[in-house]
Structure formats: structure tokens, C-alpha cells
């Protein structure tokens, strides 16, 4: 929930923090350009991993630019001054037992060395060697061996450098990559933040300053996601696009492929099933692939089968070199399409009610760090609890996450880092222009997805303003114009008769809290408020709408009859007097609920925050709070009303599919 909170990381920087951002304004990212291919290995590509232990050195020089000034990253870190040992991928912030690196902002330096194989370098003509991070937060510069290679502003997505060109010189020895992190976020970056000086000296030491920022979530930062070195040939597949239609009998798939290193190639596609079958064949850069009787992707619970997937091959033959080439690559595709009416969300033709969760990648100590046990561990509870949909609340997760939604029949929707945009000046076009980049970079990577049914370009921004009417307009066009395929909406708290971004939607996504931050404590006001926004919501648009947030604080083992706040009782009790309503607005356009949150997470400190927000149905450490049982039962029973389901399960045992 970005409740319009306000917090600052502590740092201490002289004049030369201004120095600080104007590196950043130097350093803007390009719109992207090309594919973005999750790196799977094959006959023709090989992956490395490069998780572990990096070596770290946070700047704390006054401007935080000693390492530009001494150019850090022309000779080993290590040679520059004292580093420390850091995991990747992780966030930097709790790792430690130092206090300033808990709430640092500023640049911090990551370095690696790594020997690559020898049949990588010594085919330099035709062997492509690319570097590629899942993410990191959140003005990135790269080096290898002293040598820049790419840039990137934002994050939570993905970026990569073909670095054949550097490490092919030098075969035989290490390979040094050299990493620059800032973390700095200002009015027009995407979450926007701004940074405050303390000029009461009488209070504050000399250039004391805060990083502000309008969401409630703990502005976490480092590398979060895997970094992998991968090979392609130097003629090679590099991006693949995938749409679906179907009928009762026959499906139609329709792809595109392009090619880069060549103009002289030719193309190959087959489409296999979960058998290995091969169901439909094609070739060219373009087509159309049918496929009979076809197994379409259903969501978890809506059917007997969830999340089947079918496997299309693609395979280039390219001449370079007086070199016969081959390139091949997999990419997992589901057959499912999705309609939106005036009352229903459609997904083959079925309607769907998203029973779920909003979530954060967060966690004890690893921060926002991917960590496969924790991923595993809440893909049980999420099955556990009957939840078949979450909100990637308020950025884009981890490939690998998303990966499990398509294999699992998770539905998604898949919301971009647009948190917190509270500030007129956050309305304007250099964050417009952000804003439109970051909507390319996130459909470039989860355009082929199935488990994504619809995009969310913000959440809880002050849409009431008068510049919000152009910008939402503006980002919602650029956002159907990428892929006209999804419906597209951005989740509101603002009020409904003053919303200036909600006639361009194509769902109602609307936040409340009533009885907690309005009329606290007071659960009967809940049936009345609750009525009075979906009728005014939806007598205004004649859109579905969506419960995209609700839910109560509770500290676990905290109890009180009659419910008192903070309570698990009073969390309980919220829940229950929501569901009354749902259950009756969902007989007529209300499409889904979605609880806020899934588990404790962290925040800044505050004095409305007892070592994070407390709203999770699990805690941090993913036990269930009486909540969670609630919503569970709940969950099952609105899944029972399906043919196609085993009967509700009473044991409060995990269970895997």
C-alpha cells in the first residue's frame, strides 16, 4: 500500500551531493531497443551464473563521487580502499551491522571477477558474449575491465551488454566486472523521491540530508536479481513475440521473430505440446501457427489442467563468415485469450474472479533480494490459501517469479514501478518520457507471457491534478499501442467524481480502507462506505471493477474481544465485513479482491510503523495470522463454485499440486 507516506534514508553529503544528481541527469537511460530474451540455455547458447559473494564498497566521500573522480573502476576495487564481501543477488542494506549502510543513498560500487571458458573467446568472429542483470536498484553503469558497457535507469527490470568485443582482446584472464549503484530517487524518477537538505545547523550536522519518498515500502537497493554471462552466435534470434486466439476446436498462434547479425538467414518454428509432440510447424519471421484441439492455459483453480504451457522452438540457419550458423531458442507459450466487458473479466471466454493477494518482494535480511526457498515457500501458501491471482504491487517481480505464474496458472497483474507519484512536478514530460520507457522495457519482457492478463501503469497516484488527465492518457495509449492484446488500468485511491486518469482505464482498480486510515476502529461503517464506492465507481464509468487493496494491521499474537485495532481479531473482523459486500457486488461488477498484503513487509520508521507494515495475513516470516485462515476458506469456497475442482480441502496442511 503507498499510502502517501513519507520517510528518508540518512546520508551525509557536502555541496557535492548536488554533484550527486547531476551525475545522474548526465547518465539518462536510451529508450530500449531489440529483445529481451530471458537467457535459456540450448544447443546453440550456454549460461553462467554469476550469484555469490561480490566484492562492495559504498562511497562516503562528502559528494558521494570519489569513485568517478578516481575512476574506481579502471583497477580492481580492492585496490581502491577497504571492500567487503556482498551477496548477489541481495539487497546491500541489511546485511551489514552498520547503521549508515542501512539507510544509505548514494553510489555504491559492486565488483566480480570471473574466468570465462576458452571456447568463448577464441571464436571471436562468430561467438556473441552478452552480460546481463535481472535487475538492480536503480541508476545502473557497468564496466568490464575498465571498459564501460552499458547504462540503465530503473529498478526492477532487465538490462544486458554484449561485451564480446571486451573480453575477447583478453583471453586467458580474469574478467572484472565493475558495477556502479545509485539509489537516489528525485521528482522524475520512476518511483519518484526527492532529496531534502537540513540546514539548521543548530539541529542538524553541516549538509545533512534525507531522501523523501511517497510509498510505504522500504526503498531497498543493490543488485536483486541474477547477473548471468550467456553466448549467443554473432548471427542470432533476438526477439520473439507471441499472440493467441482460439475457438471451441482449433487455436491460432500468431508470432514474429527477428533476427540481428545478418540479413541472409532463414527460420524454422515448431510448436511442441507437454508430450514433446510436435502439434503445428511454420517458418519465416512472421506467421501463423494452428494448432487443433488445443490445451489452453486455465488459472489455478479454474480448471483441472492450470498453467499448461506448450514449447515453440525456434530455429535460424544464417551464413557469416563463409560460417554456417545456427541459433536456437525455446520459449514457453500458453494459449489463452482475454475479454473485458462492462460486468466480467473474461479469460477464454470464461468469466474470472481474481480471488488473491497483493505482495513485495521482501524479506528478513536478503531485503528484495530473488531467493528461490522464499519463492517456493510462497507459491505453497498461495496455493494453500486458494489465491489464483496476485498484483506485482508496485513493480515489476523477478522473471523467475513470473515464470511459476505461467507454469502454475498464477494470473497477473503486472504493475510498473509508478508508485508515489504525489508531486505536480512528477506530472511533467521528463517524467512522462521515463514513464513511457519503463512501460517498453516491461512489456519488451513479459509481452509473451500468459500468466499476464492485464497491465497496471501506477498505483495510488494523485490522479485528481489536472496534469494527470494528459499523462494518464499519454501512458495508457503508449501502453495498448505496445500490445493491444491486455486490458490496461492503473489502481486509484483518489475520489471518484476527480479522478482525471479513470476514464482512460479498462478496469476500476480502487484502494480502500475504511475503519482503518478513514474512521479508525470503526467496523460498522464499513457496509455503507464499501456500497457507496462501487455504486458511485461504477454508475460514473460502467467499468469492472477490482478491490485492488483492503486490510488492517495486525501484530501477531495480539489479541482483543471486543476487536480492537492492531488485533488479529480486528484484521478478522475487517476482512469479514469487506467480504459481505463483495459477495453481493460480485453478482453484478465486482471482479476481483485482491487483500492487502500477503505478509509483513518493511518500511521506513515511523511512528504508524512497528518494524514495517503489519497488514500481511502471514508475517514476514510467512506464518499465518488468523487471517489467513479466513481468506482461506473464502478463497475455496469461491473456487468450489466451479465443476472442475477437487472438493475444498479442511486440513490446514501445505499441499502441492
Known amino acids: 500500500m503507498a499510502a502517501g507516506a513519507s520517510g528518508g534514508g540518512v546520508g551525509r553529503g557536502a555541496a557535492g551531493g548536488c554533484r550527486l544528481l547531476v551525475l545522474l541527469l548526465l547518465w539518462r537511460a536510451a529508450a530500449p531497443l531489440g529483445g529481451m530474451l530471458y537467457p535459456r540455455e540450448s544447443p546453440s547458447r550456454e549460461r553462467k551464473e554469476l550469484g555469490g559473494l561480490w566484492s562492495f564498497r559504498a562511497d562516503v566521500s562528502p559528494g558521494r563521487d570519489a569513485g568517478f573522480v578516481h575512476r574506481w573502476y579502471r583497477q580492481p576495487l580492492r585496490e581502491t580502499g577497504p571492500v567487503i564481501d556482498m551477496p548477489v543477488p541481495a539487497s546491500f542494506n541489511d546485511i551489514t551491522q552498520d547503521p549508515s549502510l542501512e539507510n544509505y543513498i548514494g553510489w555504491v560500487w559492486y565488483e566480480k571477477e570471473v574466468l570465462l571458458p576458452l571456447r568463448w573467446l577464441q571464436d571471436d568472429l562468430n561467438t556473441r558474449v552478452v552480460l ?152 519465416g519471421t512472421t506467421g501463423e501457427l494452428k494448432v487443433l484441439n488445443p490445451n489452453l492455459w486455465w488459472p489455478y483453480l479454474m480448471h483441472e489442467n492450470p498453467g499448461y504451457r506448450y514449447s515453440l522452438e525456434v530455429k535460424m540457419q544464417a551464413q557469416a563468415n563463409g560460417v554456417l550458423l545456427e541459433d536456437m531458442y525455446t520459449l514457453p507459450v500458453g494459449i489463452r485469450t482475454v475479454h473485458v466487458t462492462s460486468t466480467q473479466f473474461l479469460i477464454n471466454g470464461r468469466p474470472f474472479y481474481f480471488h488473491g493477494v497483493n505482495k513485495h518482494e521482501d524479506a528478513d535480511i536478503r531485503g528484495k533480494g530473488l531467493d528461490w526457498p522464499l519463492v517456493a515457500k510462497d507459491f505453497n501458501l498461495l496455493q494453500w490459501l486458494g489465491a489464483n491471482s496476485f498484483r506485482t504491487s508496485h513493480y515489476p517481480y523477478a522473471e523467475e517469479i513470473m515464470d511459476l505464474c505461467d507454469a502454475n496458472g498464477i494470473v497477473v497483474i503486472d504493475e510498473c514501478p509508478a508508485v508515489g507519484i504525489k508531486m505536480p512536478e512528477s506530472f511533467g514530460n521528463k517524467s512522462l518520457q521515463q514513464h513511457l520507457v519503463v512501460m517498453e522495457e516491461l512489456i519488451r519482457r513479459d509481452k509473451n507471457r500468459p500468466s499476464v492478463v492485464m497491465w497496471s501503469v501506477a498505483n495510488e497516484p494523485a490522479s485528481e491534478l489536472p496534469p494527470a488527465a494528459y499523462y494518464f492518457k499519454t501512458v495508457i495509449a503508449h ?34 480502507y475504511f475503519s482503518w486510515y478513514h474512521d479508525p476502529g470503526h467496523l460498522e461503517v464499513i457496509p455503507l462506505q464499501l456500497t457507496t464506492q462501487f455504486e458511485n465507481w461504477y454508475k460514473t464509468y460502467q467499468k469492472p471493477i477490482i478491490q485492488s487493496e483492503y486490510g488492517a494491521d495486525s501484530v501477531p499474537g495480539l489479541h482483543s474481544d471486543p476487536p480492537l485495532m492492531f488485533s488479529e ?50 508475517t514476514r516470516q510467512r506464518q499465518p495470522k488468523s487471517a489467513a485462515f479466513v481468506l482461506r476458506e473464502r478463497y475455496w469456497k469461491i473456487a468450489n463454485e466451479s465443476s472442475c475442482l477437487p472438493p475444498i480441502i479442511k486440513s490446514h496442511t501445505l499441499f502441492l499440486k
Open 479 to 512: 501502453t495498448k499501442a505496445l500490445d493491444p492484446s491486455r486490458p490496461v488500468t492503473f489502481v486509484t485511491d483518489a475520489n471518484y467524481a476527480l479522478d482525471r486518469g479513470a476514464p482512460y482505464v479498462d478496469v476500476i482498480c480502487v484502494n480502500s
Open 569 to 618: 481479531e480486528y484484521q478478522k473482523a475487517m476482512l469479514k465485513e469487506y467480504h459481505s459486500i463483495f459477495d453481493k457486488k460480485r453478482k453484478e461488477y465486482l471482479i476481483g479482491e485482491l487483500i492487502w498484503n500477503f505478509a509483513d513487509f518493511m518500511t521506513n520508521q515511523g511512528t504508524t510503523r512497528v518494524l514495517g507494515n503489519k497488514k500481511g495475513i502471514f
Open 132 to 283: 546481463r542483470f535481472g535487475s538492480a536498484h536503480y541508476y545502473s553503469i557497468v564496466w568490464v575491465n575498465g571498459v564501460q558497457v552499458v547504462e540503465h535507469e530503473g529498478g526492477h527490470l532487465p538490462f544486458e551488454a554484449d561485451i564480446s568485443s571486451v573480453v575477447q582482446r583478453s583471453p586467458g584472464i580474469p574478467c572484472r566486472i565493475t558495477v556502479a549503484l545509485n539509489n537516489t530517487l528525485t521528482p522524475h524518477t520512476l518511483p519518484p523521491g526527492s532529496i531534502q537538505y537540513m540546514n539548521d545547523e543548530t539541529r542538524y550536522p553541516k549538509n545533512y540530508f534525507v531522501q523523501n519518498i511517497r510509498f510505504d515500502f522500504f526503498n531497498y537497493a543493490g543488485i536483486h536479481r541474477p547477473v548471468v554471462l550467456y553466448t549467443t552466435p554473432s548471427v542470432y534470434i533476438d526477439d520473439i513475440t507471441v499472440t493467441t486466439t482460439s475457438s471451441e476446436h482449433v487455436a491460432m498462434v500468431q508470432y514474429k521473430v527477428s533476427v540481428v547479425g545478418s540479413t541472409l538467414y532463414s527460420l524454422s518454428l515448431s510448436l511442441r505440446d507437454q508430450d514433446g509432440k510436435v502439434v503445428a510447424t511454420g517458418d
